[in-house]
């Protein structure tokens, strides 16, 4: 790499992260002369009830039909539930069963970030059955029943491109839809949701596979679709649901939380960096231009994707990913002092097989504890799965930064300086030095060997 290039490298990263930090926090403006406003992603970030409250609501499990196996059912719309919500991104919402003054058994959710209480009805789908009838009347009789017969309803697109909803029966009902579809092919079949009629649809042909497309004749726009399969997935619930209370809920860990918890990391951060330069000079530079990277690229992946609810939880995964980032860079460079030291090698040779040794054992250890993020992200609770989201993030994150960002800062370094020990904190060991210490080695190997 020339001087020039390095220059041009490192002018990139620089302004990559100081325009990445503005963009986080600016304040909402409208972009030029469109109709778009645009806010710093940093503000974005969805945040916990712990963070920022959310709303509460109580559903009372309407037993009066005399369901046997009501426990199973209960069960099963507890995780309909929560699966509904951590598909529309709240990965932090709460479903928990219950019992009132009554004895009857409830259903409580609980939805951050949301201040409308009516918003949480509108997220799961107002409480309702779905069932398809072969005529237009609401007395007919049910040919599919969703709490029996669905599995789950998505948002897709036809052979036209347009946007229409997808049906995915379960083993029951893809048997029974296999002989409705027989039995009405080329007829209608209608379909009612919460008992009124929604919409009907013209069977075309058997369909064996368990799986359907329904569409409009005037096309569904995108969040028409959505509504439907919400409303749709409602109706797949194991049993009726009443609604018997929604308010909102404050956060539980107060308004300044989320300012104490900003400046904590700040101070943080900061005698990272400053640890890093004092005992590593020149290569703790080229480590803090990699967690610089590092930390707008985290806020940047927290705001956009749809899995990631901040709570106090989460914040702990993404300090631990920053440990983990530094973790990274220790070893690397104590492998380059220890390459340096203990040959004559020079300062380029020595970054490099630094690196070469070194990546083995960043990889083995970040891996290990991916796994375990992945099994806390699929079995936790919703607290924990806030933490093991970030964690994953985190970590994939910092074995970027620290094998590719440090390394390419330390490689547009070299056309820079490339011979002064001084400045990247390198020295070389006197042979007595040497001798001393492999005389102890080979004596600690003898008294184990005894």
Known sequence: MTKKKSIVVLSVIAIFVILMAVFAVVDTFQIGNSLYDYTGYARTIKLGLDMSGGVAAVFEVDASDGIDDLDTRVAGTITSLQSLLVSKGYTEATVTEGTNSNGNKTIRVEVPDVDDPERVLDLIGRPATLEFKGENNVNAENLIVGSEHLQTAFVTTDENGQFAVGLRFNRAGTDKFSEVTKEYNGKSVYIFVRGKFYTSVKINSQITNGQAIITS????????????????????????????????????????????????????????????IVVYRGLGVAADLALCVYIVLLIWFCAVLPWVQLTLPGIAGILLSVGMAVDANVIIFERIKNEYGRTNKPIPTAIKDGFKRSTAAIIDGNVTTLIGAVVLWILGSASIVGFAVTLFIGIILSMFTSLVITRLVLKAFMPLNSKSERFYGLKRKADKEEQEEAVGFNGQIAREEA
């Open 217 to 276: 004749d005037d096309g569904y726009t995108y969040q028409q679709a959505l509504d439907f399969v919400t409303q749709l997935q409602s109706g797949t619930f194991g049993v009726k649901l009443n609604v018997t209370e929604i308010r909102n809920i404050s956060a539980t860990l107060g308004e300044n939380s989320i300012r104490i918890a900003l400046i904590a990391g700040a101070i943080g951060v900061g005698i990272i960096f400053l640890f890093l």
